[in-house]
């Protein structure tokens, strides 16, 4: 079960959440998940959970301030490039770049889309990422 | 984009992640598991003004929220008023009658209390998280329990 703290983590910070409303937000997916082990779709838990941060996150941010995602110090191209991109696609980012990778159907539920438009618009992200780098790069 | 210019970015997007999650809510995921309340229906809120009035609460300032939660016996109305980090929750219990309310709060504290004769109550000096609340009513041998709400 640890392995989605990282994850559900990875989303509620991704929302732009500062980390005491990242960290309830977390701990509430976590305790909604284990109250509902028995109802949750054994094979699906992942996306579950997923949409329950996301859903939780939105919830938090009506009462939080959102803060850029910003990490560390900045400074370097990447993270440059990074804050050149819409909120959204670097939540599709962060979530991206977690340990183990999620799979598609996690990703659909932490954007709320379908498999296939989550993978289309994470592809697009990477695309956006890596134009913003070039831009960097050459000025 | 070549394909392996995508996995090349997502490997250096994972390098840059200098944004763990604290190592202490690792811990409280862990302690969830003890707080797990076997073979009950938790009910979610059947109201809740945040998401049903689409109001935004004014930030920095003392604000109100309402939930509701029911089921065909009994039905928990609460309001939670935040006051920084802090918060009281005022309600009441229906059947009106004596009952009592257990508080989780914050995934690590447990609090209770016993309504008045109307089933109302008043519980202060929480903390803002998760909670989860549990109230029972002798007379109609009847309980609700309620699912984790992040208040």
């Known amino acids: ?139 | 984009m070549p394909a392996d210019g995508r996995t090349d970015l997502t490997a250096e997007l994972r390098a840059m992640d200098d944004d763990p999650p604290p190592a202490a809510l690792l811990a409280a995921a862990r302690a969830a598991f003890s707080w797990r309340t076997l073979d009950t229906d938790l009910c979610r809120p059947s109201y809740d003004s945040l998401l049903d009035e689409g109001l935004t609460a004014v930030r920095g300032e003392q604000s109100s929220r309402l939930l509701r939660f029911a089921t065909a016996d009994v039905a928990l109305d609460v309001e939670v008023t935040a006051d920084g980090d802090g918060r009281t929750l005022v309600g009441q219990v229906t059947p009106a009658e004596p009952s009592d309310l257990t508080v989780r709060h914050g995934g690590a504290d447990e609090m209770s209390v016993s309504t008045d004769t109307l089933g109302r109550f008043v519980v202060e000096g929480l903390r803002g998280g998760p909670l989860s609340m549990r109230c029972v009513v002798p007379s109609q041998n009847s309980s609700l329990f309620t699912d984790w709400v992040l208040v």
């Open chain 1, 1 to 139: 079960m640890e392995r989605f703290t990282p994850l559900l983590w990875a989303i509620a910070r991704g929302h732009g959440l500062p980390a005491a409303a990242a960290v309830d937000v977390t701990h509430t997916a976590w305790l909604r998940l284990v109250e509902s082990l028995d109802d949750a779709p054994a094979d699906a838990i992942g996306e579950w959970v997923s949409a329950i941060a996301r859903a939780e996150s939105l919830h938090a941010l009506r009462w939080v301030d959102p803060r850029p995602d910003r990490r560390g110090d900045g400074g370097d191209r990447l993270r440059n490039a990074l804050e050149q991109l819409p909120a959204r696609c670097r939540l599709t980012l962060r979530v991206l770049a977690v340990s183990p990778p999620p799979d598609r159907n996690v990703l659909a539920a932490v954007l709320d889309a379908t498999p296939d438009q989550a993978e289309a618009f994470a592809a697009d992200c990477l695309q956006r990422l890596a134009e913003s780098l070039a831009d960097t790069a050459s000025t």
